[in-house]
């Protein structure tokens, strides 16, 4: 985020009425304005002023993790957040499900012409309290902004930098099996908030009236998981159910690891209303993004353990065993689920796409 | 970038006719597949499958360097270069100039619904050249879909990670009185590459065509960049005049330094066909954004040895001094030109903005 200056002699922002305009994106003192007196007046940015930021040394022991996410998200304000408290989080929970303990974020923003500088001045602010709360600090950015119709409002890109100690390496494709599958609490709150906030936007509070009190599950998991590493559990998977939801990520976790899984359809906790508007609808929650959530695949003597690190944190409460790794009838990396009438089905990956742009 | 798994028994992705559908940004099979047979297949991710990269230690004596950078050039394929080549070294250069040797890269897309599965795989593979030429790995990345009319094809957001070796910080903010400023060569090639561009997709062809011969300048800038330093020349400010061209970088390095700045027109060199160009459209070439260009800011004393190092480089054969510090009829951070006919101008920041989308 180059061009931050103290500017002088110029008329500040319209914070109430403002637009973003072309000017705001051009590399000159109309930009130089919208990073002095709404970016850095939120973020705690290093070296603005300069095209990049300097960082402090990694302990001696510690390796460098970077994730990135673009966030599209639409409605932009939503039940229990916005775009900018996603943009935060989804990086800083990216780069903690690797072990890492996040530290920094690079911000980008993509804004559409005519977009309000009221809005933007109300995502920064968020992003910022979302920060201090996920203990990480906004570095440095880049704003650019195109002509009205080649976007959509604000696109936030953020990229996370983070420490991880030696001897933690969770990925996807550490999963044993007879290993036990966890989850930290109710699959699809974050996806049915989306859907809600859209039902709202095009006026059918009607139909779904009964969602309206469901609200985004987005929250920093970093320190959950710190706990659970501070309390010695071994981890063999650790994945946030985002985008395709529990199905998606139990399915990567399978093919990653070349195992198979069973579930446990009445153990995976669903909120009571987001199980009766997913009902109404015809959906399957355990296809609903969730921002604020864990998979985490530990061996079995373990998991009693790591349920209840996790139910006694606030972002756990609601932490269940959900399933099992490798007990199925072969050896395919295939999902398998457990009907509450006692069938089973294959948990496939979600193959259409009900809902763009959750995240 | 996660869910990228070996997928079997689909069927390859039509890259030929195939377009992108809002499925491939759905956390799903489709998604997957995307990333394994375009993006995995020309980048070297580390840890495909997980949602980061675990990145080797940097040295004892180096902090780590981050910059963020969006891409949403139009068009996306332009004379000399495209936007993926772009936001490659986009990025490379602003981890460069803070004096940091670039390492790796995230990358970010958001792509358009429709957009050819044929562009994105050139713009992918031009990445990798580029990324190949600069020395830097791309490690992780992250790809959204938005729908037809809420985009413009494809944006690209990057963002470089570096190792800053200690005793070096060149910041814009360095910059002393009596200091030479210097440049690596001609200035406004890119904004005339992409307006020229720009002039043949409008039908322009008749108005436009001596200006065809313009390509764009974009270059990784960290070798030219590294051998100033091996020479031990002491560097008060380094920036690439990007956005907003020379005249955004030398107002940005007046004000961060609190200094004042004269430069002389006949010394700032300009190809001729950009000159006649410019002339031409009425407008001036140091507002034009250059992407492989260096503003150097030095002590007076170590002028002459910087020349000799650039000219020396292929991509500094053109530097030439063109100004001083600190020479201004008071302390104002203002740039001064000095006309070929021995007027005196205000350089300012441009407050129009002839070019949105330049980069």
Chains 1, 2 share one sequence.
């Not at 970077?66 to 639409?74: E, G, K, L, Q, Y």
């Not at 509070?205 to 970093?222: I, R, T």
């Not at 353990?305 to 050896?331: C, E, Q, W, Y």
Request: glycine share 12%.
């Amino acid at each position: 985020m180059n061009a931050h200056v103290r500017l002088s002699g110029v008329r500040p922002l319209d914070k109430a009425a403002g637009r973003v305009e072309l000017i705001h994106g051009a590399g000159g003192k109309a930009m130089a304005q919208l990073i002095e007196e709404i970016f850095a007046r939120h973020f705690q940015m290093i070296g603005t002023g300069d095209d990049g930021a300097v960082l402090p040394s990694l302990g001696l022991n510690e390796r460098l993790v970077m994730a990135t996410d673009a966030h599209v998200v639409s409605p932009i304000f939503f039940p229990g957040g916005d775009i900018g408290m996603l943009s935060v989080f989804g990086t800083v929970n990216d780069v903690a499900v690797m072990g890492a303990r996040p530290l920094w974020l690079a911000a980008a923003f993509i804004l559409e012409e005519g977009f309000p500088l009221a809005d933007l001045d109300r995502i920064a602010a968020s992003m910022a309290k979302a920060a201090r709360e996920a203990n990480v600090a906004i570095v440095t950015g880049d704003t650019k902004v195109v002509e009205k119709g080649k976007g959509d409002g604000i696109f936030i890109i953020t990229t996370g930098a983070g420490a991880l100690p030696e001897g933690i390496a969770p990925t996807g494709a550490g999963a044993k099996p007879n290993d036990a599958v966890l989850v930290s609490g109710t699959m699809g709150d974050h996806g049915m908030a989306i859907m809600s906030a859209r039902a709202d936007m095009n006026g059918l509070e009607a139909g779904m009236g009964f969602v309206s009190s469901v609200v985004s599950d987005a929250a920093p998991l970093h320190d959950l998981i710190a706990r659970l590493f501070a309390a010695g559990i071994e981890i063999h998977a650790l994945r946030d159910p985002t985008r395709g939801g529990l199905g998606a990520t139990v399915n990567e976790i399978t093919f990653q690891s070349g195992v198979g899984m069973l579930l446990e359809e009445a153990a995976i906790p669903v909120l009571p209303e987001v199980a009766a508007a997913c009902e109404f609808l015809g959906i399957d929650p355990f296809y609903l993004a969730n921002e604020g959530k864990l998979v985490v695949v530990c061996p079995e003597a373990a998991a009693d353990a790591a349920l209840a690190v996790m139910r006694a944190h606030p972002l756990g409460k609601n932490a269940a065993r959900i399933g099992t790794i490798g007990i199925v009838s072969d050896t395919r990396p295939l999902v398998e689920l457990r009907t509450r009438l006692g069938g089973r089905l294959i948990l496939d990956w979600l193959s259409g796409d009900p809902l763009p742009r959750i995240c």
